[in-house]
């Protein structure tokens, strides 16, 4: 966990900048993650401690650097996909009944990840940076 939600998004972010200094207006770096407190899925769903401290040094890692790379047109955001589809059937049952929605398919959860870069690239303004997005949304 440590690997994959800390020191990999740190390094790519670290050794790709200088290629997202190239010369469009606007870049941008998507990590995709959890809020740390998943957790609010239930009983059935727990992660361990250092799953959960992990996914927050993600989050944090967007909040804080994302300031630092708008300064150089680079908008750097989190976005949660959701629930996967991927569950045995009682698992699935308990989280509808939860109201937890799972993304229609890989698809989705793919588009869901494009999402800040579309927006960025089509909408007016300053593009989103240094936000947790879920369901295409800013959250907390």
Known sequence: MQLVYTTMP????????????WPFERRFIVNVGV?????RAGAAHRPDPH???TKAALNRRTRTSGADYAREGISMTRMDTGFTHEN??????????AECTPPLDVDDGAA?????????????????????????????
């Open 35 to 39: 809020l740390e407190r998943a957790a």
């Open 112 to 140: 869901r990840v494009y999402d800040p870069v579309v927006r960025g690239l089509n909408e007016p303004g300053v593009p989103t940076f240094g936000a947790f997005l879920k369901d295409e949304e800013p959250c907390s």
């Open 88 to 97: 045995p059937r009682a698992v699935a049952e308990r989280m509808a009944a």
């Open 51 to 53: 799953t959960n401290r």
């Open 10 to 21: 740190r390094m790519l972010c670290i050794q790709l900048k200088p290629l997202l200094r």
